[in-house]
């Protein structure tokens, strides 16, 4: 078995949306939450793929791409563009589908408690000390063999080669196998996990996001 990361080719969009969707729940497939495939990749990979592809690696089993890392070197960049969005709700029914339509409908009533609480979770982090961020997620074929720590070492090498001081990242607050990883990468949790609307467990407990930040020493490495 050979295994290894290279650049992301145009060639793998559709592997790499696919993945994104495979792994949409912590690292299992997000189908029974939310079925359509075609706007969850377009909402979590889209702009990665389409926008800053240069930022993106691939992990290879055989030839075969088994998971992904989605980088962006400066987090202001990125926009989920309104179209984007009143194509999915409304073009391909999202707002009315089974799945989609109870996720957003508790998403609404999430967002209205939340503000009314003053607790509003914040859309983008924005901060200059860890101005970059990013997204892994591998098939269950390709974990537990190092792919994963070798993606996020070729993309903090990127990170420090280009001069950019720190990078975070959001994992769901409930997967410890996440946090554990990227606490084994040098990230630290930063602030209290806080909630991600619309989302539930099997058992219809909410879901939280967690914060980390890793930032980077610019000196090369011994
Ligand atoms: C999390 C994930 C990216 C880790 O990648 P991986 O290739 O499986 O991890 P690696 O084999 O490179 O492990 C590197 C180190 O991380 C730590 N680690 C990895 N998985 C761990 C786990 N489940 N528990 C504790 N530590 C873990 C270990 O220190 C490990 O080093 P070691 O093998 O020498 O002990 C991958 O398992 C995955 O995609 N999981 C599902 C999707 C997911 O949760 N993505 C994150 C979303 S934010």
Redesign the pocket.
Same mark, same amino acid.
């Given at each position: 078995m050979t295994t290894g990361v290279r650049a992301y080719r145009p060639e793998d969009r559709a592997a790499v949306r696919r993945i994104c969707f495979e #792994?949409g729940y912590? +690292?299992e497939p997000i189908a029974w939450q939310w079925p359509d495939e075609e706007s969850f990749a377009d909402v979590f990979s889209s702009w990665y793929t389409d926008q800053e592809p240069g930022s993106a690696l691939v992990a290879v089993v055989d030839g075969e791409v088994v +998971?992904y890392l989605l980088g962006c070197l400066d987090s202001r960049r990125v926009d989920l563009k309104p179209s984007l969005a009143a194509h999915h709700l409304l073009r391909r029914g999202l707002l009315v589908k089974s799945g989609t339509a109870p996720l957003l409908g508790r998403s609404l009533v999430d967002i209205g408690r939340a503000a009314v609480r003053r607790d509003l979770p914040h859309p983008t982090f924005l901060d200059d000390r860890w101005p970059a961020h990013l997204?892994? $997620? !591998?098939l269950p074929a &390709?974990? &537990?063999?190092?792919? +994963? *720590?070798?993606?996020v070492h070729r993309w903090l090498a990127t990170l420090r080669s280009d001069g950019v001081p720190g990078c975070h !990242?959001? #994992?769901?607050a409930e $997967? *410890? $196998? *996440?946090s554990?990883?990227f606490e *084994?990468?040098g990230f630290t949790r930063r602030g209290e996990p806080t909630l991600m609307p619309g989302f539930r467990s099997r058992t219809g407990g909410r879901h939280h996001i967690q914060l980390m930040v890793q930032s980077l020493s610019l000196e090369p490495e011994p």
């Open positions: #792994t912590m +690292g +998971g997204h892994i $997620n !591998l &390709g974990r &537990g063999q190092g792919l +994963g *720590a070798e993606l !990242l959001e #994992t769901w $997967n *410890a $196998n *996440a554990a990883f *084994a990468m």
